[in-house]
């Protein structure tokens, strides 16, 4: 079974660019999250789709967003890129919601924002 | 952004000796607590988790214990190899089903 796909791997932006990041889950798989993750704020939570919804949201401008399709398969959209958006950022997927805390990662799109 | 990960401590063990990695968590109201478990390069990989109801669970070498009235997480790895040499991260999941990250310790070993 295919793990989680994340494209690109790696990018550079300059301020004011957009960017937008794909995910694949796993395949059957109904619910993906995105995560940003910085050396020195850790992992932090963005969004969490299900069934093409978004049902939670993290503390991030609104310059962040995402969407969900019919085949789970998700995109992260950031706008007007900042020098701050430089990070790692990872994607997960779990079969449903409601059941343990297990999330299965990509390895990431690394963003570098110039 | 919701996280709880300042800075990384990094904790070294002697291969083949046991080590013991610790987390404080916030929310009380949090029902299942999650460790994962992030080599270089790669993104997190879950190894254990633990509900709220329960002090203890044990895994393949690892062991995961819960102080629910100081609200401490501890992952408990058993004859420490070369391949444990990561970041670990707690977890945990609130009521509005979102996961949460703490801390992220780094374990290194020592030949």
């Known amino acids: 079974k295919a793990g989680v796909t994340q494209t690109p791997r790696y990018l550079i932006k300059t301020r ?5 990041l794909s995910c694949s889950p796993i395949s059957g798989h109904r619910s993906v999250s995105w995560y940003q993750q910085t050396p020195g704020q850790g992992l932090q939570f963005l969004f969490e789709y299900f069934s093409e919804t978004q049902r939670n949201k993290g503390n991030f401008p609104g310059r962040f967003s995402g969407r969900q399709f019919s085949n789970s398969r998700s995109e992260m959209n ?5 020098l701050g958006d430089s990070a790692l950022y990872l ?24 | ?5 300042l800075h990384l401590p990094t904790l070294s063990v ?3 000796d046991n080590s013991i990695i610790n987390c404080a968590y916030s929310n009380s109201a ?16 879950f190894i254990i988790d633990i509900r709220s109801n329960m002090d203890k669970r044990q ?9 629910k009235t100081v609200k401490h997480l501890s992952l408990q790895i058993a004859a420490t190899q070369p391949g444990d040499s990561a970041v670990y991260f707690c977890a945990e999941r609130n009521r509005d089903d979102k996961i949460i990250f703490g801390k992220g310790t780094r374990l290194h070993i020592l030949p």
């Not at chain 1, 004011?16 to 937008?20: A, E, K, L, P």
């Not at chain 2, 949090?30 to 990989?45: A, H, L, R, T, V």
């Open chain 2, 14 to 16: 002697q291969e083949g």
């Open chain 2, 59 to 67: 895994g393949q070498r690892v062991t995961v214990l819960l102080n």
């Open chain 1, 91 to 114: 994607c997960a997927s779990r079969p449903d919601r409601g059941l343990t805390g297990e999330l299965f990662f990509g390895e990431g799109s690394r963003l570098t924002v110039l």
């Open chain 2, 30 to 45: 949090s029902d299942y607590f999650i460790w994962y478990k992030q080599e270089s390069g790669k993104g997190p990989q």
């Open chain 1, 78 to 82: 950031v706008s007007t890129l900042e």
């Open chain 2, 1 to 5: 952004g919701e996280s709880v990960g």
């Open chain 1, 16 to 20: 004011g660019q957009q960017v937008t």
